[in-house]
């Protein structure tokens, strides 16, 4: 189940050198420089925050007698921006800031799906990464693990590949 999100994200990056004209895509060179900046960005300012979310539910399930009092939840929430997350000039904000656990939805409904978002993001950027080396061989693996389904754990679909695995045929 986890890695369906790695999936996505995995085919959004290696389909990233594919958003320019001359590739078959819709960008001028540019913009797509652009797109491709903001996509990896994005990813990259998403980790601190994950690690808030993640850090509270922990302190949260670690410290039931403390998780039900919401100042003392606004206090850790405050506390773990700040370490996560400094330097954002919260000046005249500073209730928004402390009260941000009240706005994230999945802390409440979904709780881990962000470190599962996260650790998704960082298998994606692990194929991405192995994509600016080697293409097809990146592409190839990619679609071992797919194959796979859910048959798995994610911690399987990281590791490198049976020797004798056969490649899965175009379809």
Known sequence: MEFAEVASMGMELLASPYLTRQNGGFYPESEAARARIEHLEGMILFWPFMAVVDSFQQWV???????????????????????????????????????????????????????????????????????????????????????????????SYLQPPEPNLPLIPPY
Not at 115 to 127: F, H, I, R, T, W
């Open 61 to 155: 399930y670690e410290n039931p007698a403390q998780g039900i009092d919401p100042a003392a939840c606004n206090a850790k929430w405050g506390a773990l921006w700040e370490r996560f997350i400094p330097g954002v000039d919260w000046s005249g904000l500073e209730e928004v800031k402390l009260t941000g656990w009240h706005r994230k939805l999945h802390i409440h409904q979904i709780p881990f799906y962000y470190v599962e978002y996260g650790l998704a993001q960082l298998g994606a950027v692990q194929v991405f990464g192995n994509a600016l080396k080697d293409q097809a061989g990146a592409v190839a693996a990619y679609r071992r693990a797919l194959a796979l389904g859910g048959m798995v754990t994610l911690r």
